[in-house]
């Protein structure tokens, strides 16, 4: 069953702790995104990978950390430095960059207590 | 910079009517056009896709939507809206070249379709 899972579903954590979410792919795409989803803002990118050990940021990259070690996963940690980290965050993948359709996760909402 | 704009926040539309969902973008050169829909809860699902030749592009669950290079617009249509079809809808636009070719999307548009 191919596709893109992330985890957890739901994550708590205190301010000041760093946190990672999952991201892993079977669909043998070279291409993975990392969006951040806030109500009335729709999708903001953060950083995205064209292909394994190279990465690049995204519109709202900083508090954020990627690694692509692997073609199936690709990582994010929320560090401290984020200021508003509470929010929904989903990750997507894709054949290519350019034009291809991008295939996304079911997301993980992440509240910072 | 590309960017994609959704004028409405809301749209609402009685089960059995057309529906339309409006998108205008800014982008340099010819575009890459997409639709998305997202469930609450949920990650976004490809709609359609706009990548050149036929202005009328057709996708999943009946839904098409048509290119217009003069007004900038990809609106998104349904001949006959479900209930089932309420959900919010995503445009977004990427550039075919250029260094900065991934998608931006627009802010969304919620429809509700009513019984």
């Known amino acids: 069953d191919g596709g893109i899972t992330q985890s957890p579903k739901y994550l708590f954590r205190k301010e000041g702790q760093n946190v990672t979410l999952s991201c892993e792919q079977n669909l043998n795409h070279d291409a993975m995104y990392w969006y951040r989803q806030d109500p009335g803002q729709g999708l903001r990118l953060i950083y995205y990978?064209?292909?394994?050990?190279?990465?690049q940021k995204g519109d709202i990259a900083e508090g954020y950390s990627v690694s692509r070690e692997k073609k199936e996963s690709f990582p994010l940690t929320v560090t401290s430095a984020q200021k508003n980290p509470t929010a929904f965050y989903l990750c997507?993948?894709?054949?290519?960059?350019?034009?291809?359709?991008?295939?996304f996760g079911p997301g993980t909402r992440l509240t910072v207590l | 910079a590309q960017s994609v704009a959704q004028p409405e926040d809301q749209v609402n539309v009685a089960e059995g009517n057309p529906l339309t969902v409006k998108c205008t973008y800014s982008?340099?050169?010819?575009?890459?056009l997409f639709w998305y829909v997202q469930y609450p809860n949920r990650g976004l699902q490809f709609l359609l896709k706009?990548?050149?030749?036929?202005?009328l592009v057709k996708g999943s669950y009946g839904f098409e939507a048509e290119f217009n290079k003069s007004q900038t617009s990809f609106h998104l249509k349904k001949p006959s809206a479900l209930v089932s079809d309420s959900a919010l809808y995503f445009c977004a636009v990427s550039p075919r070249v250029g260094s900065a070719r991934q998608l931006t999307f627009g802010s969304g548009t919620q429809l509700t379709v009513l019984p």
């Open positions: 982008v340099s050169g010819n575009p890459y």
């Open positions: 997507a993948s894709s054949r290519t960059v350019v034009g291809g359709e991008q295939f």
């Open positions: 706009y990548i050149t030749g036929d202005n």
């Open positions: 990978s064209q292909i394994v050990n190279d990465f």
